[in-house]
């Protein structure tokens, strides 16, 4: 894609899911990546699975891989991380915020630590990171773009994971805000909102076969979307094509936030 080969990206949360294809994906394009992960889980193994098969397709596109470990949520590990990139390569170019948690509570149940749990990683992890891109370019005096990876939750309500809902609502607002404050400085920021998509954390649904109707059940387009599809979105925006376009949250969702209940129409005529 027009601009992204031989571009440097930092790509949260990217041993899985969709930031495993998205860091695939820019590696296709020509870019290096950094492919940040978070190891300290109770599926280790099925994380260090992930790496190494992320890791063996960049590298089968050509390009260098560096690995990253660093728990977004806190600040040390968020310098640290930054801190190697910058050391190894002395650049970056883009950033994809794509590290994100959910935890299942009902709201008048949920705890406070899991509360901030979610919105630690979700969207103050998010900023610390955007944060540390933004300077880097500013001292650099050179441009750079940043892709937000948020959720159609950011505008439909979730009940039950209400930090969640928060914290990529708080995404969608910091996009709008730090693409304003820096669109001056050639530094574009822009998010995608991905609909219900096909990747291990969703794994409840997507191995069930009547839970998985039930979720495409209200998706106009009548199917779940790939990680696949999601990276295009994410490279689009980091692309030369998308050069004029900076605060925006393209949803990829099979039409789920056009009010598919709306479908036929039941009002009064």
Same mark, same amino acid.
């Given at each position: 894609?027009?601009?992204?080969?031989?571009?440097k990206?930092?790509? +949260?949360? /990217?041993?899985?899911?969709?930031? !495993?294809s998205?860091?695939?994906?820019?590696?296709?394009?020509?870019?290096?990546v $950094? @492919?940040?992960?978070?190891?300290?889980?109770?599926?280790?193994?099925?994380?260090?699975?992930?790496?190494?098969?992320?890791?063996?397709?960049?590298?089968?596109?050509?390009?260098?891989?560096?690995?990253?470990?660093?728990?977004?949520?806190?600040?040390?590990?968020?310098?640290?991380?930054?801190?190697?990139?910058?050391?190894?390569?002395?650049?970056?170019?883009?950033?994809?915020?794509?590290?994100?948690?959910?935890?299942?509570?009902?709201?008048?149940?949920?705890?406070?630590?899991?509360?901030t749990?979610?919105?630690?990683?979700? +969207?103050? /992890?998010?900023?610390m990171?955007? !944060?540390r891109?933004?300077?880097?370019?500013?001292?650099?005096?050179?441009?750079? $773009? @940043?892709?937000?990876?948020?959720?159609?939750?950011?505008?439909?309500?979730?009940?039950?994971?209400?930090?969640?809902?928060?914290?990529?609502?708080?995404?969608?607002?910091?996009?709008?805000?730090?693409?304003?404050?820096?669109?001056?400085?050639?530094?574009?920021?822009?998010?995608?909102?991905?609909g219900?998509?096909?990747t291990?954390i969703?794994s409840?649904?997507?191995?069930?076969?009547?839970?998985?109707?039930?979720?495409?059940?209200?998706?106009?387009?009548?199917?779940?979307?790939?990680?696949?599809?999601?990276?295009?979105?994410?490279?689009?925006?980091?692309?030369?094509?998308?050069?004029?376009?900076?605060?925006?949250?393209?949803?990829?969702?099979?039409?789920?936030?056009?009010?598919?209940?709306?479908?036929?129409?039941?009002?009064?005529?």
């Amino acid at each position: 894609m027009k601009g992204i080969n031989g571009k440097k990206v930092l790509v +949260t949360g /990217g041993s899985s899911g969709i930031g !495993q294809s998205i860091a695939i994906k820019f590696a296709e394009y020509g870019a290096d990546v $950094a @492919i940040n992960y978070y190891s300290d889980r109770e599926d280790a193994e099925e994380t260090e699975d992930a790496i190494e098969q992320c890791r063996e397709r960049v590298k089968q596109s050509g390009r260098e891989e560096l690995l990253v470990q660093a728990d977004v949520g806190k600040k040390e590990d968020v310098d640290r991380m930054f801190d190697t990139v910058l050391s190894e390569w002395g650049t970056l170019d883009y950033l994809i915020n794509n590290a994100g948690i959910q935890i299942a509570a009902d709201s008048h149940e949920v705890e406070l630590d899991n509360l901030t749990r979610v919105i630690n990683t979700n +969207t103050i /992890g998010a900023f610390m990171c955007a !944060q540390r891109a933004i300077q880097h370019w500013l001292d650099a005096d050179k441009q750079g $773009a @940043i892709i937000n990876v948020s959720s159609v939750h950011q505008i439909i309500p979730k009940p039950r994971f209400v930090g969640y809902s928060i914290s990529k609502g708080g995404m969608q607002n910091m996009t709008r805000t730090l693409a304003l404050e820096y669109a001056g400085r050639n530094i574009r920021v822009n998010g995608i909102g991905p609909g219900a998509t096909i990747t291990p954390i969703n794994s409840a649904w997507v191995d069930d076969p009547e839970k998985k109707e039930m979720v495409e059940s209200h998706i106009p387009m009548g199917r779940a979307g790939q990680s696949e599809e999601m990276a295009e979105a994410a490279a689009f925006l980091c692309s030369d094509l998308a050069a004029y376009i900076t605060g925006q949250t393209l949803f990829i969702d099979g039409g789920l936030t056009l009010y598919p209940d709306f479908r036929t129409a039941w009002s009064s005529e």
